[in-house]
């Protein structure tokens, strides 16, 4: 794993949160790390270790999330990697979701990820290291029915990653998001899918593939403790990625959308240089 860092891990209580916090913790490095319920993320990784923080933070409350990485640098005096890690699955139409559960979704999978990245750059910036890792999905490059929100939460991710890498590489603190496809992990059970209060009879079809994601649960082929050692990789990497799918679902997924773009691109090439004034 190479020379020891500093790391802070958000949704770390269950999961690739939980996953990268017992193969960092066993390696012996320093980790701190936040969920919404201090109580449950001990019990979960269990250990009294100095190496260990366990913070209570709500990745929506910029002042929460700011206390958390002052609280990081006192104990550590530093942060070397960050992974936005927390998020959680939203399912329905548009139409079908309300304002408020459209909201909260981007609070978590989006504005939680702003809210670190803002408050952790000062002190990568100023150290002049460092190694954002956020954790999209495939879902961000490659949506499907009846996932329009969270698909547009993890394109959101995906983007602001792309350009934070960008932004940030002058200072030498490197960008990394990560779009995982299907993975035997929580994120099929109620503490991580939430689907539309108000469904509405017609959409038929969201409520198939609804069905159909549901019965996955506990046969995916992803093995989240190989995508924990795959995202620990990166950090001791001299020129990672600014883009990493982690699946062979992934792969095929996000290959076949680049080529329906690729044939949509050219179809309509006509139209779309028509635009440009005649020279």
Do not use: C
Request: glycine residues 8%; proline residues 3%.
């Amino acid at each position: 794993m190479g020379m020891k860092k500093v790391w802070f891990i958000t949704g770390a209580s269950k999961g690739l949160g939980l996953s990268l916090v017992n193969q960092l913790l066993k390696a012996g490095q320093s980790v701190a790390a936040t969920s919404r319920n201090i109580d449950e993320l001990k019990k979960a990784v269990n250990t009294d270790t100095g190496k260990f923080l366990p913070l209570a933070v709500n990745l929506a409350d910029e002042q929460s999330v700011e206390d958390a990485i002052k609280a990081t640098i006192a104990k550590f005096e530093r942060i070397d990697v960050v992974i936005n890690n927390a998020g959680y699955g939203i399912g329905g139409s548009i139409e079908e979701l309300t304002d408020a559960e459209t909201r909260n979704s981007f609070d978590v999978n989006v504005f939680g990820t702003l809210n670190v990245i803002r408050k952790a750059s000062p002190y990568l910036r100023a150290q002049r290291s460092g190694h954002i890792i956020n954790i999209a999905s495939i879902a961000g490059i490659a949506g499907a029915t009846g996932w329009a929100v969270y698909a547009a939460a993890k394109s959101a991710v995906i983007a602001l990653s792309e350009v934070s890498a960008e932004d940030l590489k002058e200072f030498g603190v490197k960008v990394t998001v990560v779009a995982p496809g299907a993975f035997r992990t929580s994120f099929l059970t109620t503490d991580s899918l939430i689907l539309a209060a108000n469904p509405i009879a017609e959409y038929e079809e969201v409520r198939a593939v609804h069905s159909k994601y549901l019965k996955m649960d506990g046969q995916q082929v992803g093995d989240p403790e190989k995508a924990a050692a795959a995202m620990i990789s990166l950090a001791s990497m001299p020129n990672p990625p600014v883009n990493l799918l982690l699946g062979n679902d992934a792969f095929q997924r996000a290959n076949s959308k680049i080529e329906a773009l690729t044939k949509e691109f050219k179809d309509w090439k006509a139209i779309t240089i028509s635009t440009d004034f005649d020279n």
